[in-house]
C-alpha cells in the first residue's frame, strides 16, 4: 500500500457497508467497553492527571514551534551516539533508503516491531517488491499479515476478530490443528511461530513513539516482548521515525510515561518500554539507522489551526470513547489512522480532497477531547477542516445568503417573519436536500424574544 | 541525501513562518509521595502477575535457590559481576551465555538500576549486576532482586535516578512491568509472549 487511504469510498459509503456486520459491532462495543473501564480507573487513581496533560501538551507545543532545532539536534546526539540519521521527505524516499540498507546487507529477511509510521508509508509493500519479506511480529499485526487484512485500531489493530475468528486463522496457518480459542493457546502458537525467526534475524525494523533531542535516544513502548527482541537481537536496526514524535529533553519522556500507558491500554505501565541511545558496545546492534520522515507533516504544521494534530502521541483513547467508531469500527475511515485523530490527522497528511468526508465523520460531542492526553481539542479541528472542504455550488451560495442576512439587523429581523410564514419543507428542497436529509429544521418561534421584550417594555 | 535533509527542514522552516510563542516554561506536574514506597512497589508489580518477595539482605540466595526449585530451574544464566551474596546454592550458573545459549537456559538472575513504587515497574540500565539486554529477554524466567533502597516513588524520580547512565555512558534501558504479555485477543491480558513468561521479584532489605 503507498498511500494510508484504501479503497475510493467515502467514510458514509465506507459505513454502511461496516454497520451492516452485527459481529464486527459486537467485537468492536465489547473491546471498547472494556478498554473505556480500564483507562478510566488508572486515570482517576491519579491526583495530578490535568497538570500532566497539561505539560504534556506544552511539551508538544514548544517541540512544534522549534521542530527544525529539534530535528537537527536529535540529529547531532544520535550521530554522536553512534547512529546514522537519515532524511525522508516523503514515503518512497523512505522506503528506498530502507530497501536499500537491507540490500546492501544481502539480506531478504527482516523483523518488525509493530509500527503505524511504517504502515502509513507501506513498507511491507515496498519490500517485498524488492524481494524482502517482512515479518510483523506483533501478535494482533501478525494476524492481519497472515490473513491479508488491514488494522482497523492504532493500539489493537485486529479488535475487530474474536477469539473464534482468530482460533480459525491460526489453524490455517501457522498453528496446530487442534488448537483451542483460549487466548493463551493462541499468543503461545504466535510465540513458537516466532522465536527462531527472532534469533536467526540479521536486521530489525522498528518505529518510535518518543525521539529526544537533546539525548539522541529512541523509545518503543510494547507488551509482548517482541519489540524487545527486534531492538537488541539482530546485527542491524533500522528505526522510522515521524519527525513530530521529538521531544526535547529526556526529563520530558517521563511526563508521557505516565500519560500514554494510562490511556491507551489502560494499565499503569505498559510490559516493556526499550530506549536506546546510538550504540552500545556489546549489548544490542552494532548498526543502528533512523528514518527521519516528513510525510506531509510539515503540510500539517503549516496550518496554525490544524497542527495540533500532531501533538498526538497515538494512544487511540479518542477511538474507544467515540461514539462513531464504536459502531462502524475503523475500517470505514479508510486510513491507518482512523477514529477522530483519523479525521482530523489523514485530511491533513494527504490534503482535504482526498479525505473530504473525514471531518464529518463525528457528532462533534466532544469525548475525544475529554480523553485526548495532550488536549488536542479534536471538535476545534474537525470544525475547522470542515471550512476547508470543497462545497457544491447550492451550498456554498446557500451560506452566503445566510450571512448576508444575519449581518444586517433589519434584514435578520424581516427573514425570520418570513421563516414564519414559509413551510419547512420549502427549506429542505432541492439542491439543499444534501444538507438537509440528516438534519431536522427546527421549528420557527411564533415570537421572537426581542419581538416579546418590545411588548413588555413599558 | 544531503538534499533530501535540506529539502525536509526548508518545509519545516517554511510551515513555522508565524514561529508560534511556545509556553515560557513547562511546569512539570508534582509527582505523588506514598507513605511506603516499598510496600506500594510490592503490591503493584504484584498487580502484574508478577510474583514479589521480600526478604532481609542475607536472605536474597536462598531464596533465589527456594524459586528456582519451585521452577524447577537447575541452570540460570546470571551477569558476570552478579554479587556472590546472591547466588544460589546448588544452582548452575553460567555468566557471558549466548543469544542461543540463552534459550536453553532455565531462567536468568539479575538486579536492576531502580524500581517505581507507583506503577510496580522495574527499570534495568545495563549496570552493575544487569548485565547485557538479551539476558533478561530469552530466557523465560527472570528472578530480579530489587534492593528496598532502589526503590522510588513515582515515575518521574525514577527518571532522574538513571538520567546520569544515559547521559554519560548512553546506556540503554528497560522498564520491565511484569511478565511479557499481548492484550490482543479481546483485550484480555495474556501472561506470556516472547519475554519472560514468569518474573519473580525479589525485594531486599531490611526487615520491619
Redesign the interface.
Known amino acids: 500500500m503507498s498511500s494510508a487511504r484504501r479503497g475510493g469510498a467515502t467514510f458514509p459509503q465506507a459505513a454502511h457497508v461496516e454497520l451492516r456486520n452485527t459481529q464486527l459491532r459486537r467485537n468492536l462495543g465489547h473491546a471498547t467497553r472494556t478498554i473505556r473501564a480500564k483507562r478510566a480507573a488508572v486515570v482517576d487513581e491519579l491526583d495530578n492527571w490535568q497538570q500532566l496533560r497539561e505539560a504534556g501538551a506544552a511539551i508538544k507545543r514548544d517541540v512544534m514551534a522549534n521542530l527544525d532545532t529539534y530535528l537537527v539536534e536529535f540529529e547531532r546526539a544520535a550521530t554522536d551516539a553512534g547512529a546514522t540519521v537519515h532524511w525522508a521527505p516523503d514515503a518512497d524516499a523512505a522506503n528506498d533508503l530502507v530497501a536499500g540498507i537491507v540490500a546492501g546487507h544481502g539480506e531478504h529477511e527482516v523483523v518488525k516491531v509493530k509500527s503505524l509510521t511504517t504502515d502509513e508509508i507501506g513498507l511491507n509493500d515496498a519490500l517485498a517488491a524488492r524481494g524482502v519479506d517482512a515479518l510483523e511480529t506483533d501478535f494482533a499485526e501478525l494476524i492481519l499479515q497472515l490473513d491479508g487484512d488491514w488494522s482497523s485500531h492504532i493500539l489493537v489493530p485486529a479488535i475487530h476478530r474474536n477469539r473464534s475468528e482468530i482460533r480459525d486463522l491460526l489453524r490455517r496457518t501457522i498453528g496446530p490443528a487442534d488448537l483451542s480459542d483460549d487466548p493463551a493457546a493462541l499468543a503461545e502458537a504466535a510465540r513458537i511461530h516466532l522465536r527462531e525467526r527472532f534469533l536467526r534475524a540479521r536486521i530489525g525494523i522498528s518505529g518510535a513513539n518518543f525521539a529526544i533531542a537533546e539525548t539522541g535516544t529512541l523509545v518503543v513502548l510494547e507488551s509482548e516482548g517482541n519489540g524487545r527482541m527486534c531492538t537488541t537481537l539482530p546485527e542491524v536496526l533500522i528505526s522510522v521515525v515521524g519527525i513530530e514524535k521529538l521531544l526535547p529533553r529526556f526529563e520530558h519522556l517521563a511526563v508521557f510515561m505516565q500519560l500514554l500507558p494510562r490511556s491507551s491500554t489502560g494499565e499503569r505501565m505498559n510490559p516493556y518500554t526499550s530506549l536506546w541511545t546510538g550504540v552500545t558496545p556489546g549489548d544490542g546492534p552494532g548498526e543502528m539507522h533512523v528514518v527521519l520522515l516528513d510525510n506531509g507533516r510539515s503540510d500539517v504544521l503549516r496550518d496554525p489551526d490544524g497542527r495540533e494534530a500532531l501533538h498526538c502521541i497515538r494512544c487511540s483513547a479518542c477511538l474507544n470513547v467515540c461514539p462513531v467508531y464504536e459502531r462502524t469500527g475503523g475500517h470505514a475511515y479508510g486510513s491507518i489512522y482512523p477514529g477522530p485523530i483519523g479525521a482530523i490527522l489523514t485530511p491533513q497528511l494527504e490534503g482535504i480532497g482526498a479525505a473530504a468526508s473525514l471531518p464529518y465523520a463525528s457528532s462533534l460531542c466532544g469525548a475525544c477531547y475529554e480523553v485526548c492526553p495532550v488536549k488536542i481539542d479534536i471538535p476545534r479541528v474537525l470544525v475547522h477542516l470542515r471550512g476547508l472542504t470543497p462545497k457544491r455550488g447550492a451550498e456554498r451560495r446557500a451560506m452566503r445568503t445566510l450571512a448576508w442576512l444575519f449581518a444586517d439587523a433589519g434584514r435578520y429581523r424581516r427573514a425570520q417573519r418570513l421563516a414564519r410564514v414559509l413551510p419547512a419543507r420549502v427549506a429542505g428542497a432541492g439542491p439543499m436536500r444534501a444538507w438537509t436529509a440528516g438534519r431536522d429544521l427546527p421549528a420557527v418561534a411564533p415570537q421572537s424574544f426581542r419581538e416579546w421584550w418590545h411588548e413588555r417594555r413599558p | 541525501?544531503s538534499d533530501?535533509?535540506d529539502?525536509?527542514?526548508g518545509?519545516?522552516?517554511?510551515?513555522?513562518t508565524?514561529?508560534?510563542?511556545?509556553?515560557a516554561a513547562?511546569?512539570?506536574?508534582?509527582?505523588?509521595a506514598p507513605a511506603d514506597p516499598v510496600a506500594l512497589f510490592a503490591e503493584?508489580a504484584g498487580e502484574?502477575r508478577a510474583a514479589v518477595h521480600r526478604v532481609g539482605l542475607t536472605g536474597v540466595a536462598a531464596l533465589a535457590a527456594e524459586i528456582c526449585a519451585a521452577h524447577g530451574a537447575r541452570r540460570l544464566a546470571v551477569p558476570q559481576d552478579l554479587p556472590q551474596a546472591w547466588r544460589p546454592h546448588g544452582v548452575e550458573t553460567t555468566a557471558d551465555a549466548t543469544?542461543?545459549a540463552l534459550?536453553r537456559v532455565d531462567g536468568v538472575l539479575t538486579g536492576c538500576a531502580a524500581a517505581?513504587a507507583?506503577?510496580?515497574?522495574i527499570v534495568l540500565d545495563?549496570g552493575p549486576g544487569q548485565g547485557?539486554?538479551?539476558l533478561t529477554?530469552v530466557p523465560d524466567l527472570h528472578i530480579c532482586v530489587v534492593p528496598a533502597e532502589l526503590v522510588c516513588a513515582s515515575?518521574?524520580e525514577?527518571?532522574?535516578r538513571v538520567?546520569p547512565s544515559?547521559?554519560r555512558r548512553?546506556?540503554?534501558?528497560?522498564?520491565?512491568?511484569?511478565?511479557?504479555?499481548?492484550?490482543?485477543?479481546?483485550?484480555?491480558r495474556?501472561?506470556?509472549?516472547?519475554?519472560?513468561r514468569r518474573l519473580e521479584i525479589v525485594i531486599a532489605g531490611q526487615l520491619s
Open positions: 541525501m533530501a535533509r529539502v525536509l527542514l518545509r519545516v522552516r517554511a510551515a513555522l508565524d514561529r508560534p510563542q511556545p509556553a513547562v511546569l512539570l506536574p508534582t509527582p505523588p503493584r502484574y543469544v542461543s534459550d517505581i507507583e506503577t510496580g515497574t545495563g547485557i539486554r538479551a529477554l515515575v518521574s525514577a527518571f532522574q538520567e544515559v547521559r548512553r546506556a540503554p534501558l528497560t522498564l520491565i512491568s511484569g511478565p511479557s504479555a499481548t492484550s490482543d485477543i479481546e483485550l484480555s495474556v501472561e506470556g509472549v516472547h519475554g519472560p
